[in-house]
């Protein structure tokens, strides 16, 4: 009896162990060559996802819009996107929430901005009737918001004439005036300005709105439903990694250049935080624009 008390003690011991004890999560993270990121990479370089018993895989994907497949297929657990591309996939009928956020744009640190040719002016809205402009995606957040700005000024965007650009093409595209102006982000909106090809000629972003979540952590809603310690790690995790990138430490740029491959000359400002009312902007600029078929309840959309 006494053998059979011993043994059984020892099981329920192993029950209760802790977590910490138990085997680390896999978890596949697709990430954008973007600095919207630089918090996971920092919280994979300092162990503050290990200390959560999470195992962090983090898959760079060229394309963005490839994540919501992938994160169905299973093949990635948790990916990023920009507001527009999320509600786009959850308006075509994909089980999707957003679980953290990643960046926010500001009026007082743009990092996306309207790039021109040198030889052509450009100063507002209506200038750019009867241009070609260079968009990364039709509907996505920069062309949702490049045809708002000039709605709010009387402007016809139906008169430019959109074209999908692969981001570092933009500099020789505006060089051999295959495009007149570019809607660009960091570091390729700095980099048009050094090269020569350029000028940044507009903040359009920050002119519709001086704080907007572009870009987010988003996961399948059976994921989130059924790993929610995982996701509360990540979170934490990615909170941690915050107050390390706020202290300036010296290796920041070596951690960003290992995973993205050069240095950005800014960054945008950081957030691990999601609201309602960060999808209701994309909504409402949506609802105006056409771009959504049906009635999306962004309080179903952000994981609480």
Known sequence: MTRLFKLAALAAALLAAPAAFAQPAKVVMGYATASDYLAIFVAKEKGYFARRNIDA???????????????????????????????????GGLDL???????????????????????????????????????????????????KWMRKAGADDRKVTLIEVQIPQIPDMIRNGT?????????IRSAVAASGAGNIVAEFFADVNPDVLVSGWI????????????VKGFREAVDEALVYIDTNPADLRDIEKKYLGFNAP???????????????????IGKELGVYRTAIDPAKVVWK
């Open 57 to 91: 895989e983090l898959s760079r994907v060229p394309i963005i819009t490839n994540v919501p497949p992938a994160l169905i297929s299973g093949s990635m657990q948790l990916g990023v996107a920009t507001m527009p591309g999320l509600l786009q996939a959850v308006d």
């Open 266 to 284: 800014r960054w945008p400002k950081f957030s691990n935080a999601a609201a309602d009312a960060d999808l209701k902007v994309f909504l409402d």
């Open 219 to 230: 996961a399948t809603g059976d994921y989130a439903r059924e790993n929610p310690a995982i």
């Open 179 to 187: 495009i007149d102006a570019a809607t660009a982000v960091e570091p």
């Open 97 to 147: 929430v957003l679980v953290a956020g990643a960046a926010r744009h500001i009026k007082e640190r743009p990092t996306i901005s309207l790039v021109a040719r040198k030889d052509l002016k450009i100063e507002k809205p209506a200038d750019l009737e009867g241009r070609k402009v260079g968009v990364s995606g039709l509907n996505n957040v920069m062309d949702m918001f490049l045809r």
